[in-house]
């Protein structure tokens, strides 16, 4: 049996940043997407109930389903930010959030797995980010890629691996779900 080491490269081998914006304005606030360490990327207002985008949205970069987003937002598990793949609909999130398509030899699910473990992303981000006043992150798009990962070598073998973990979210989310229908009982 051959087996095919994982390999240690750059983020950028996988991931480039995308500069559309939304400078046409054919997204509005309504179409506002927020990244949760819980839920992924997520309606702003259907998940908030409100919008917390600023009088323009025109700069706001443009997000479709499939790209990767970085929210340089600090929270306690994962202080130096978080990333999430958008497995929803095509939306905007304000310019402090780094928005990045994949490349051919990337799966956009795998790259969520590799850093749903908070652990791998402070691991990843730590010596990336410098943090400024009031904890603000400093930290450009493109040296948000400048980081190491180890990534399964074969596209295939990527998409195989989110497969399984997205799997067991779903069969976790349907237990979940199950528990507290029967709480409420």
Known sequence: MITIAWEQ?????????????????????EDVLSVS????????????????AGTSVL????????????????????????????????GIVSVLYG???????????????YFEQNARLNNYLRPLVNKGAKNTLLISDEEALNGEVNFAPSLNEQLKISVVFNSIDNLITLHQRECFLHKEV
């Open 9 to 29: 490269r750059k983020l950028n081998n996988y991931l480039i940043v995308s500069d559309e914006k939304n400078s046409e304005n054919l997204y509005k606030k």
């Open 37 to 52: 360490g819980d839920f992924g990327i997520v309606n702003q207002i259907e998940f908030q109930g409100r919008s917390f």
């Open 59 to 90: 700069n706001y970069g443009v997000v479709h389903k499939g790209d990767v987003v970085y929210t340089k937002s600090p929270l306690k598990a994962t202080p130096y930010g978080i990333i999430k793949t958008n497995k929803g609909s095509t």
């Open 99 to 113: 928005v990045y398509h994949t490349k051919e030899n990337a799966n956009a699910d795998f790259i969520q797995v």
